[in-house]
């Protein structure tokens, strides 16, 4: 019989370090859509476990991305979201980059003869689009295409490059991002915590697969449902959701050990205003899901923390996903 993972993986600081630079380091996670960044000089910065980062669209059109991070005395250069930044300059000491990231000027100074403004450009990092979609990486153990795995097959059919994106919704859970990641990969909880969801499926014929670097999940929709019956989740911390006319993405990153930031975008492809009313409804449906996991993960959490849990069995046949999710956290974090 196969066990949940012990509560200390959710709760111990010095697990979460350790996830930090083998797992959040060390592979790609996706920002959103990459049309944000067709026009010179946008920018999105982002968090993701605890590194400040951002990508770049330069005036030479090229898209670059580097950590959010001053070289003078580590200052945030950017606040978190989208933007458009002609001129990179520190606000602390009004360092000034080029957006390539090469140092050009250092505002009063002062004259040192072994300075060179040369020795101290941005960290860089790396970026790529695929299907419309921007992904940034520090250091990744692989490239992108391979850390995909199945995802790419598995959305071969969606003509994902059409759909445009409309609007954006933030979210921060007090829960650590495998006790979110765990609701989020097994459709179990719907009966207990999604009843609308719940009458709009066919439940017993909910199916959870995981994939290569992913995991699969689908459903037969009844009238009346929103949604497209077809839900993926990418390692290590993604989503992409298609339904009728578009599709939602989410980014799933820690802010810590006990606390996770959703960012969803979602898409489609007819923006008329004809259709805003029913766009707004796919929004809200969506957003009033997230906000049901909330509850059941936030008082998970807790009582990981309090000591009293105590590894429960998986179900070979709804949880297998975790199965999957949690033995790849292990191989790659040790215990």
Request: glycine share 10%.
């Amino acid at each position: 019989m196969l066990h949940n993972m012990e509560a200390r993986w959710y709760v111990d600081p010095a697990l979460y370090e350790r996830e930090r630079q083998v797992i959040f380091r060390r592979h790609w996670h996706l920002l959103g859509p990459a049309s944000e960044l067709d026009e010179p000089g946008r920018y999105l910065a982002v968090e993701i476990a605890g590194w400040k980062l951002f990508a770049q669209r330069g005036q030479d059109g090229v898209l670059r991305a580097f950590h959010n991070v001053c070289r003078h005395r580590g200052a945030r250069l950017l606040e978190e979201g989208t933007g458009r930044c002609d001129r990179l300059q520190c606000p602390y000491h009004l360092w000034v980059y080029e957006q390539d990231g090469s140092l050009r000027n250092t505002p009063f100074f002062g004259e040192d003869p072994s300075f060179k403004l040369e020795d101290w450009p941005l960290q860089p990092i790396l970026v790529e689009v695929w299907r419309g979609l921007l992904f940034v990486a520090i250091e990744p153990a692989t490239g992108l295409v391979e850390q995909l795995g199945d995802m790419p097959r598995e959305l071969a059919e969606f003509p994902l490059e059409t759909f445009r994106p409309m609007t954006s919704a933030r979210f921060v859970m007090a829960a650590n991002w495998k006790t979110y990641t765990d609701n989020f990969i097994e459709g179990y909880h719907i009966p207990g915590i999604h009843p609308g969801f719940g009458r709009v499926i066919d439940f017993a014929r909910f199916e959870t697969v995981a994939l290569g670097n992913a995991v699969r999940m689908t459903a037969p929709q009844k009238d009346g449902s929103i949604y497209g019956g077809k839900w993926m989740w990418g390692w290590p911390g993604w989503t992409l959701s298609t339904f009728p006319g578009g599709m939602n993405t989410s980014r799933i990153t820690p802010l810590g050990v006990n606390s996770t930031e959703l960012v969803y975008h979602f898409y489609f492809a007819d923006l008329s205003p004809e259709t805003e009313a029913a766009r707004n409804q796919v929004v809200e449906t969506n957003c009033g899901i997230v906000r049901e996991d909330f509850g059941i993960c936030e008082h998970t959490q807790l009582n990981y923390a309090s000591g009293a849990y105590r590894p429960g069995p998986l179900s070979p046949r709804q949880e297998q996903s975790l199965i999957w999710f949690q033995d790849r956290v292990r191989q790659l974090v040790g215990d």
